[in-house]
């Protein structure tokens, strides 16, 4: 595997490791949205999310664009809307 440099393959790299850690902890994050703790209950899945994607991608694609908080927002965070919560 080389660097990606190539700024759609670096966009499906986030979401694809989003969405893998919104599949192994679905549980956890329905939780943090109910009780708006998401980011601290998962903070050890994403930051290792994080640091898979940065070691994959050019560094001036990370620099220069929000792929992967993107990916958190809309697979992490909005898919629980129905979720009743303090953040909403």
Do not use: C, H
Not at 28 to 42: Q, S, T, V, W, Y
Not at 52 to 60: F, G, I, L, Q, T
Not at 69 to 76: E, G, M, R, T
């Amino acid at each position: 595997m080389g660097i990606v440099r190539d700024p759609d393959v670096a966009r499906r790299i986030a979401r694809a490791v989003v969405s893998d850690i919104v599949l192994y902890n679905a549980k956890k994050a329905e939780e943090g949205i109910a009780k708006d703790n998401l980011f601290d209950l998962l903070k050890n899945e994403i930051e290792e999310g994080r640091s898979y994607y940065v070691s994959r991608v050019d560094p001036e694609i990370v620099k220069s664009t929000n792929f992967f908080n993107q990916a958190l927002v809309d697979l992490l965070v909005k898919p629980w809307g129905r979720v009743p919560s303090k953040a909403w």
